[in-house]
């Protein structure tokens, strides 16, 4: 098992070694006053909600239970001597599997400790889906794994072998030698509804078969992480251990695989995440097939829509995924996409924010032809780029005269020289020589490349002051700082 840590918001993303899954409940207040006159009665009266009850979990355990297992792992890491006398950061509260997946890192420049092997143990959950011994489990649950052992329900244990694993979706697909076991039922992640119940099993902290039971909060959740999934997000309760196990919905099937939680602590406080069934079985596909898992490239860098943003670009609301850049000669740029686009949809699939987007592209394949609608200079657009292959090498190319101020962006601005084009990588732009007001409060510095306003490119200062005057409430300014390129709203005063 391992388990990932990444603090957003001071919140950690922990990647947990078995993932339960649940939801939220919702409530409503009646109020009355006492002789009070009652309010006319409404012709289109909305009907009133029948309640259900909990479902019985105690079938779904009972017939698919014997199809979930614990997984143990062991190997070796190397550690440096240094670290070995030094204090973990383990969230987990001495965790003695917790060395097993952190990740070690390096010494201080100019140092080098000796570094030594060590041996690591984990565990975590997965779920036969054939009976001839296919398993699905997380990668992060048999990462950097040299010995896999698979533990049945009735106690029978199989040394396992790893057909494969993919990192980015964080799927993998193990394989026993025997015959003739029970297997669960795959469903359809695109018939699950938000507030469905849902049922995780798996082995939290090592407790075999444990059950737990939520509600779906959430789908095609996109975490900070530049995930390709599209997550379900449930309330289910996930610890250590659960990764890698089964989500259920109410008729039996599996829906997600449970792999990651929101946590200070990284144990369970209700917000917990499994990859849709959908997304898992098609990354076991290719892995069974091929024992490896081609994922679609469009080559795009995209940006988070904010209602300055939208205010920039004329957006009625802050929704899409902006792209700040296109790689030179990539699908994208075959297909005519440009800085400045706003991306809306993908085959008629919204993209209501920037992480939609790849979790989209996760379920295409290198070669399939996209259907994308995009905001451009204030009207819909729509073009069809054909996918790449994202594992295929590509190569991104991304006298002087005194500045101008312009008091109503705070920007001090000068033409790029040509060895500073050289330096840049660009065919033109303007050097912010200083920032100040509305830019500086923006986040824009000294130094930074000015290369579009609102999405049209800038050659000149004449051009930055026009597309300036043309603007109400904001402007949007493509920045390119070092090899990165992002879109800064600046609000006007």
């Given at each position: 098992?391992?388990?990932?840590?990444?603090?957003?918001?001071?919140?950690?993303?922990?990647?947990?070694?078995?993932?339960?899954?649940?939801?939220?409940?919702?409530?409503?207040?009646?109020?009355?006053?006492?002789?009070a006159?009652?309010?006319?009665?409404?012709?289109?009266?909305?009907?009133?909600?029948?309640?259900?009850?909990?479902?019985?979990?105690?079938?779904?355990?009972?017939?698919?239970?014997?199809?979930?297992?614990?997984?143990?792992?062991?190997?070796?890491?190397?550690?440096?001597?240094?670290?070995?006398?030094?204090?973990?950061?383990?969230?987990?509260?001495?965790?003695?599997?917790?060395?097993?997946f952190?990740?070690?890192?390096?010494?201080?420049?100019?140092?080098?400790?000796?570094?030594?092997?060590?041996p690591?143990?984990?565990?975590?959950?997965?779920?036969i889906?054939?009976?001839?011994?296919?398993?699905?489990?997380?990668?992060h649950?048999?990462?950097?794994?040299?010995e896999?052992?698979?533990?049945l329900?009735?106690?029978?244990?199989?040394?396992?072998?790893?057909?494969?694993?993919?990192?980015?979706?964080?799927?993998?697909?193990?394989?026993?030698?025997?015959?003739?076991?029970?297997?669960?039922?795959?469903?359809?992640?695109?018939?699950?509804?938000?507030?469905?119940?849902?049922?995780?099993?798996g082995?939290?902290?090592?407790?075999?078969?444990?059950v737990?039971?939520?509600?779906?909060?959430a789908?095609?959740?996109?975490?900070?992480?530049?995930?390709?999934?599209?997550?379900?997000q449930?309330d289910?309760?996930?610890?250590?251990?659960?990764?890698?196990?089964?989500?259920?919905?109410?008729?039996g099937?599996v829906?997600g695989?449970?792999?990651?939680?929101?946590?200070?602590t990284?144990?369970?406080?209700?917000?917990?995440?499994?990859?849709?069934?959908?997304?898992?079985?098609?990354?076991?596909?290719?892995?069974?097939?091929?024992?490896?898992?081609?994922?679609?490239?469009?080559?795009v860098?995209?940006?988070?829509?904010?209602?300055?943003?939208a205010?920039?670009?004329?957006?009625?609301?802050?929704?899409?995924?902006?792209?700040?850049?296109?790689e030179k000669?990539?699908?994208?740029?075959?297909?005519?996409?440009?800085?400045?686009?706003?991306?809306?949809?993908?085959?008629?699939?919204?993209?209501?924010?920037?992480g939609?987007?790849?979790?989209?592209?996760?379920?295409?394949?290198?070669?399939?032809?996209v259907?994308?609608?995009?905001?451009?200079?204030?009207?819909?657009?729509?073009v069809?780029a054909?996918?790449?292959?994202?594992?295929?090498?590509?190569?991104?190319?991304?006298?002087?005269g005194?500045?101008?101020?312009?008091?109503?962006?705070?920007?001090?601005?000068?033409?790029?020289?040509?060895d500073?084009?050289?330096?840049?990588?660009?065919a033109?732009?303007?050097?912010?020589q200083?920032?100040?007001?509305?830019a500086?409060m923006?986040?824009?510095?000294?130094?930074?490349?000015?290369?579009?306003?609102?999405?049209t490119?800038?050659?000149?200062?004449d051009?930055?002051?026009?597309?300036?005057?043309?603007?109400d409430?904001s402007?949007a300014?493509?920045?390119q700082?070092?090899?990165?390129?992002?879109f800064?709203?600046?609000?006007?005063?």
């Open positions: 098992m391992q388990t990932i840590s990444l603090k957003t918001s001071r919140l950690m993303l922990a990647l947990v070694v078995a993932g339960v899954i649940g939801g939220a409940s919702a409530s409503f207040i009646q109020s009355s006053r006492a002789h006159t009652p309010p006319p009665v409404v012709a289109a009266a909305t009907a009133p909600i029948a309640s259900m009850a909990v479902p019985d979990f105690s079938q779904i355990t009972e017939r698919f239970g014997p199809a979930v297992v614990n997984i143990s792992v062991t190997g070796t890491t190397k550690v440096s001597d240094e670290s070995a006398t030094t204090g973990r950061e383990d969230p987990f509260g001495n965790d003695p599997f917790f060395e097993f952190r990740r070690f890192q390096q010494g201080q420049p100019g140092r080098s400790a000796p570094q030594r092997e060590v690591t143990r984990g565990q975590g959950s997965g779920f889906v054939s009976p001839d011994g296919i398993i699905l489990t997380n990668a649950v048999v990462r950097d794994a040299k896999v052992t698979v533990k329900t009735d106690r029978r244990e199989f040394r396992a072998k790893v057909l494969g694993a993919d990192p980015k979706t964080d799927v993998a697909v193990l394989k026993i030698d025997a015959k003739n076991l029970p297997v669960v039922t795959l469903g359809k992640t695109s018939e699950l509804k938000v507030g469905e119940w849902v049922l995780a099993i082995s939290p902290y090592g407790f075999e078969n444990t737990t039971a939520g509600v779906v909060s789908k095609g959740r996109s975490l900070p992480d530049d995930s390709a999934v599209p997550f379900i449930t289910v309760a996930v610890n250590p251990g659960n990764s890698g196990g089964p989500l259920f919905n109410a008729r099937e829906i695989i449970n792999s990651q939680i929101y946590s200070q990284g144990g369970y406080q209700g917000l917990s995440f499994a990859i849709p069934i959908d997304v898992a079985n098609k990354i076991k596909n290719q892995l069974v097939a091929t024992g490896k898992v081609e994922h679609a490239r469009l080559g860098a995209v940006q988070e829509v904010n209602q300055t943003l205010d920039s670009f004329k957006l009625d609301k802050p929704n899409g995924a902006l792209v700040s850049s296109v000669n990539g699908p994208a740029d075959k297909a005519g996409l440009q800085p400045g686009d706003v991306i809306l949809s993908l085959n008629g699939q919204p993209i209501v924010s920037s939609d987007l790849p979790a989209a592209l996760g379920l295409a394949a290198p070669g399939d032809k259907k994308l609608e995009i905001w451009r200079k204030g009207g819909r657009d729509t069809t054909q996918l790449g292959n994202a594992g295929d090498k590509t190569t991104q190319t991304a006298s002087k005194d500045g101008e101020s312009h008091g109503k962006l705070g920007l001090a601005l000068r033409p790029l020289q040509p500073e084009k050289r330096e840049a990588g660009v033109d732009g303007l050097l912010i200083d920032a100040s007001g509305p500086a923006a986040g824009v510095e000294a130094g930074d490349v000015l290369l579009a306003v609102n999405g490119p800038v050659r000149s200062i051009q930055v002051r026009a597309a300036v005057a043309k603007s409430k402007v300014l493509l920045i700082r070092g090899e990165d390129k992002i800064v709203p600046v609000r006007l005063g």
